[in-house]
């Protein structure tokens, strides 16, 4: 099998800043490194089955890292360094995107206010798990709650320095 | 903004995150190669473009990722319905 090293990410490829911005009310930081997989299927039981854990099943819920995105597809934000089993053979795909995006971390009492700077969603009414795709402006992001006042925002790579500069000018 | 009910989200979402794909229900050539070039021209470039009632394509690109079918009045730019794609037209 061919081997892919993994591209290793680092703020200052994207010219962001490594520091936290730090607002009145708002913090806006870098995540985690993740494992990040794109899941599809059209059976989410045969998915279920290759990779040992249940799957988020309606659209916009999540389950213990997964984000359910559609209906046939489902993203995942594990550990760095979470090998998945590829299921070759079976109908399902299972792709490594770590690099393809990064995420934001959003978090304070404006946390829903920065985010609907830019975000037509009614966030503020997200019960906390909640994680969809949709646009900021017009960049594609997804977003997820993942406390009262705290947002993980999944953003491509090359419009990560947008984004950033975008809610660093809403904070 | 204008909010679109999409089928598969089972919610209103922003206009902003869908796309439109032209107009809906265009059967295949069942049988192409039999196909004449009136009929290929049929089928590739004639559109309806009806004042009122039309039944058009959707994606909620930012959203789900799905393609679906609306009817939309090309006047008040309303949705009267939307339903998930390979229901009939309603
Ligand atoms: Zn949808």
Redesign the pocket.
Known sequence: MLEIAPMKLSAADLALPAEALVADGVQLALADDYARFSLRARDAAILEGLLGRKLPAK?GETLDGVACLGPDEWLALLPAGTALPLGEGLPVSVTDISSRALGFVVEGPRAVELITSGCPLDVAKFPIGRGTRTVFETVEIVVWRTAEARFHIEVWRSFAPWLWHALAAAA | MLLIH?P??EED?PEVEFANGGQAHIARPADPSAYSDPQWEEFLYIRRNPRGRHHERWR?VH??G?FFNAVRDTVSDRFETTYKAGEPAR
């Open positions: 659209i | 999409c598969y989200c979402r909620h959203g789900c799905r």
